[in-house]
């Protein structure tokens, strides 16, 4: 069972043929209301990979909370623990997408950013009862670290998601299992340079070093670099596809490991349980087709798919294959 502490957005998406430059207007050509928040989607993106998912987050007493809740609550069945905070409002995101499916994001946290240390410790028994607690940047640095340490104490395995990008304090690298950084991430977090695929790897074995066991840096188009077990690292590349959205693709790309690695550790002791390169490869493999198929659709939590689209994968890939590159 995993559990996702984590955002829940109203994503305010504009798309247009290209983003304004400052002090300019453009004009826009369609509009949506969409669920978003990077913890809300990456947990329903590893429920619909068929994992035992539970969602905390947190939204405010308003209109775009109450629908997000029914909406979410129907998403997981019985697995969410969403409450309704009074005095803020619910977390929103205002995206541009242009005519190359590129996203520009600002992130208003609301309700989001009332989680405490103290809240977080009444959530104990959620995490102590997962095998993964999967958790991202968009909730207070305070809540992640407890959430990480609880984690540990209670044998539970850890996968952080650095995003959106901030640096991390030096003692939580060894409370994490697995960190999936993107390029941009990774060069904050290690201060180093990330713009070739030697100093993406350099970087790389430094959080290593750190003490994080197993690593995954996402890549975007050109796919994904894992660290694991003893040090092996691997390449493995993105598939070609006609991309309209790549918001939440990392989302998709984080809940679909997460989902892996829950399988993986079926009938396994959590503690200690660290994936082979093989076992991780796994993962990867199956996450980077699940996240081609969400860049192919638009929005957020409406773009990821279910277990059986990514089953599905090599056939519909035949059909979707980029044909403009
Ligand atoms: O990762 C994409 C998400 O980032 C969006 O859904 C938005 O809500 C922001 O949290």
Redesign the pocket.
């Known amino acids: 069972m995993i559990t996702v502490i984590g ?1 829940i ?1 109203m ?1 305010l998406v504009v798309t247009t043929k290209r983003a304004p430059e400052a002090g300019e207007t453009v004009l826009g050509n369609d509009f949506q209301q969409i669920f ?3 913890g809300a ?1 990456q947990a329903v993106a590893a429920a619909r990979c068929g994992a035992k998912t539970t969602m905390v987050g947190r939204v405010g007493n308003d209109s775009f909370g109450d629908v997000i809740l029914k909406g979410l609550r129907q998403e997981f069945a019985d697995g969410a623990v969403i409450e309704k905070i009074d005095g803020v409002p619910t977390g929103i ?1 205002v ?1 541009l997408v242009d005519a190359k499916g590129q996203n520009r ?1 600002t ?1 208003v946290s609301g309700a989001n950013h009332t989680f405490t240390e103290e809240s977080i410790e009444t959530l104990r028994p959620v995490i102590a009862q997962s095998r993964v607690l999967l958790l991202q940047l ?1 909730i207070p640095m305070d809540a992640v670290y407890k959430s990480l340490s609880i984690a540990r104490e209670e044998g539970v395995f850890t996968i952080l998601n650095p995003a959106p990008a901030q640096g991390l304090r030096s003692d939580a690298y060894g409370l994490i299992d697995l960190l999936t950084p993107n390029e941009s991430e990774l060069a904050l977090l290690t201060g180093l340079p990330t713009g070739t695929y030697p100093q993406q790897i350099e970087a790389a074995r430094v959080l290593h070093r750190r003490g994080v066991k197993s690593l995954i840096v996402t890549l975007g188009s050109y796919g994904s670099l894992s660290i694991s077990r003893g040090g092996d690292i691997k390449h493995f590349p993105a598939y070609r596809v006609n991309a309209v959205d790549t ?2 693709a ?2 998709c790309f984080n809940g679909a490991v997460a989902c892996e690695i829950d399988r993986l550790m079926t009938g396994r002791s959590s503690d200690a349980f660290i994936p082979t390169t093989t076992e991780l490869s796994q993962a990867i493999e199956f996450a980077t087709k699940a996240s081609a198929i969400s860049v192919t659709r638009m929005g ?1 939590q409406p773009s990821l798919p279910y277990r059986n689209e990514v089953e599905a994968f090599d056939e519909w890939y035949c059909s979707h294959v980029d044909t403009d590159s």
């Open positions: 955002s957005n994503d978003g928040g990077k989607n995101a995206i994001i992130v968009e918001t939440a990392g989302d957020a």
